[in-house]
């Protein structure tokens, strides 16, 4: 079976971190990798609306950014499940064979999603 989608960049970030962690955090895995992408991700999206109302135009942030995000977390949610429908062995090995890794990716899709709807008003 192939790597997962980012396997490597997201394998990467996680040692990074993981690596240096308490050993309590290290031996629960999977919860320790659904935390770190949800953070990851709320940070990123967060920084980026930040980053935004400082540096770009009102009315980027007020049509183009939204639109954007709106786009971004429709295919964070309908991407994967039409994997799933299409290739559902596919979808079942890479939780069976990767299960850290699928937490954590989880946990970056919600961790991206909350973000966006809970820092949206603050863009205007």
């Known amino acids: ?16 971190v993981m690596d240096q962690a308490p050993k309590a955090l290290q031996e629960r895995s999977m919860g320790s990798a659904f935390v770190l992408g949800s953070i990851g991700n709320y940070l990123l999206v967060d920084g980026i609306q930040v980053f935004s109302k400082f540096f770009m135009s009102k ?3 007020v049509y183009t950014l939204p639109t954007l995000e709106e786009i971004c977390v429709v295919g964070t949610i309908v991407i994967p499940l039409i994997y799933s429908f299409n290739k559902p062995k596919e979808m079942e090995e890479i939780i069976k064979t990767h299960p850290t890794y699928s937490y954590g990716m ?5 961790g991206a999603i909350t973000s966006v709807f809970t820092g949206i008003e603050n863009l205007i």
Not at 10 to 15: D, E, Q, T
Not at 106 to 110: N, T
């Open 1 to 16: 079976m192939a790597k997962p989608f980012l396997f490597d960049a997201v394998n990467f970030l996680y040692h990074k």
């Open 59 to 61: 009315n980027f942030n």
């Open 106 to 110: 989880l946990g970056a899709g919600l």
